[in-house]
């Protein structure tokens, strides 16, 4: 599904990443980890193909960053959806005015987006919370409809950056149990994350990065 070859990337003649080799099969769980400014989110950014590598080549699907056209960028994102640890919500607009903007952005049928709001919000369990605005809700709460959101296109893959930052250690694990859930189903799973705790409460297989250079640290069992 994703395959990282020889990948290096710049920034400002720092070598952020150097010969990153690695690759994800469908329905892979795993974690990425390594220190504050080693390179985590600009990984997860190179996947999505919101940087494009210096070297190297990054195939997602059947899409190549030495090839790839702009134009085809959309296409692309449609199949990886994106968690952040801010949460990335719009303020003013309710939960369900949130969803939809992201199904009204793919031209969903007007029909199919109450339907397909209502399932996204169960399967995520904040059903009742449809009407309420990003504001009046916990952390966790959010953290569950960025999650709805991300899931609401049926991505081939979940990339998630730091979804556990702002949690408490409880809501956390909790966050943990419904990617899994949702890996479970078949969407590959990528969480960069500062968080041991939630490493300890898995098998799944890990990366790190370290000055640039990405080591499999656990293969999953
Ligand atoms: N647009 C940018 N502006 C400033 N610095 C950047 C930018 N892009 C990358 N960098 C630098 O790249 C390095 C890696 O940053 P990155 O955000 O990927 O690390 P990280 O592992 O996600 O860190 P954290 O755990 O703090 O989120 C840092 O040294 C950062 O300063
Ligand atoms: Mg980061």
């Given at each position: 599904m994703l395959e990282f070859s020889d990948v290096g990337?710049?920034?400002?003649?720092?070598?952020?990443?150097?010969?990153?080799?690695?690759?994800?099969?469908?329905?892979e769980f795993v974690?990425?980890?390594?220190?504050?400014?080693?390179?985590?989110?600009?990984?997860l950014q190179l996947i999505y193909f919101n940087l494009m590598p210096d070297s190297g080549e990054i195939i997602f699907e059947n899409y190549s960053s030495r090839l790839i056209k702009p134009s085809l960028l959309p296409l692309l994102r449609r199949k990886i959806g994106i968690i952040?640890?801010?949460?990335?919500?719009i303020e003013d607009r309710t939960i369900y005015e949130n969803l939809a903007f992201v199904l009204e952005t793919v031209n969903t049928p007007a029909k199919k987006i109450k339907k397909r709001i209502t399932e996204v919000l169960g399967e995520v369990g904040i059903s009742h919370k449809i009407k309420s605005y990003p504001k009046e809700l916990?952390?966790?709460?959010?953290?569950r409809v960025a999650i709805a959101r991300a899931i609401i296109n049926e991505p081939l893959l979940i990339v998630a950056d730091e979804p556990t930052?702002?949690?408490?250690?409880?809501?956390?694990?909790?966050i943990l149990e419904l990617l899994k859930k949702i890996n479970n189903r078949g969407t590959a799973v990528l969480i960069a994350t500062h968080n041991y705790e939630l490493l300890k409460k898995s098998s799944a297989r890990i990366l790190q990065l370290e000055n640039g250079i990405l080591k499999e640290v656990r293969n999953s069992v």
């Open positions: 990337f710049t920034y400002h003649s720092d070598h952020i990443l150097r010969s990153v080799t690695f690759g994800m099969k469908y329905g974690f990425l980890i390594g220190k504050s400014g080693s390179g985590k989110s600009t990984l952040f640890q801010d949460f990335k919500l916990s952390g966790g709460e959010k953290q930052g702002n949690l408490d250690p409880g809501t956390s694990f909790e």
